[in-house]
């Protein structure tokens, strides 16, 4: 199975709407006992682009004077994005195997659309443990490529759907790994969502064409052509067919919480 070169496609990646990141309601709620500590609150997004998701809370928790941002990820052109959106951000180079930093460092570990791309599924999460803080936070967001048989990119690119049952974890060995690993609290929460999630036909296909998708750069090149092309047709000639089928479309995505 092919590696995906975020160097290559950070740009793109950058401009996909989906890619931009809410509130972490869940850090609020942590923050709510710890913003007026004197201790500094680490965090940390292991797999973070972009910096989406650490700009958009940086923002919104400015008031917290004690909180120490930090950002990982093994792409060099993702991690520069993510310089130019914040100075304060501790950005490091580095693989989720192997994190650079001493045990019991972070108060809040954040793991967003990223697992499916660790090799070995057990040896990160025990780093991820290993450099948690005692009752730090954890918190893992991925899709439930079993339960999205109807997904569009899925529909057009079938081999995408093999290749995701192989490279992400069911919800029962994923929380089987975290508590042999010694998290505790392990909470699941699923949710399913219908419809076309770039809203328009347009906007979809231009991000198909795009190809920032993962899945995509996982496929051969003759695949991915081969399923642009039928896109592209029905684009132009049976385009309500198509909406029919983006808006049958489904993406389950699971939350866990667990804590050390």
Avoid at 182 to 187: D, E, L, R, S, W
Wanted: proline share 3%.
């Amino acid at each position: 199975m092919k590696d995906v070169n975020y160097s290559k496609i950070f740009i793109k990646y950058e401009k996909d709407p989906l890619r931009k990141k809410g509130i972490e309601e869940s850090l609020v709620r942590v923050l709510r006992e710890n913003c007026s500590k004197e201790e500094p609150f680490r965090i940390i997004d292991i797999g973070c682009g972009t910096g989406n998701w650490l700009n958009t809370n940086f923002n919104n928790l400015s008031y917290c004077k004690n909180i120490e941002w930090f950002g990982l990820d093994i792409s060099k052109g993702m991690l520069s994005l993510a310089g130019e959106k914040n100075s304060d951000f501790n950005l490091v180079l580095a693989s989720a195997d192997t994190l650079p930093f001493f045990d019991n460092s972070f108060n809040f570990i954040i793991n967003e659309f990223t697992y499916h791309h660790f090799k070995n599924k057990e040896k990160p999460f025990g780093e991820h443990y290993r450099v948690m803080r005692k009752k730090g936070n954890l918190i893992i967001r991925n899709i439930v490529p079993w339960e999205m048989s109807d997904w569009s990119l899925y529909y057009f690119f079938p081999t995408t759907g093999e290749l995701d049952r192989k490279r992400f974890l069911r919800t029962e060995p994923l929380i089987s790994i975290l508590s042999n690993t010694g998290f505790k609290n392990i909470n699941i929460n699923i949710n399913t969502m219908h419809g076309n999630e770039y809203k328009t036909v347009d906007r979809w296909v231009e991000i198909m064409n795009n190809r920032t998708h993962s899945e995509l750069r996982i496929i051969s090149d003759k695949e991915y052509f081969e399923g642009m092309k039928k896109i592209k047709d029905m684009f132009i000639n049976n385009r309500k067919e198509l909406g029919k089928i983006l808006n049958n479309s489904i993406t389950t995505i699971f939350e866990l919480q667990a804590r050390k």
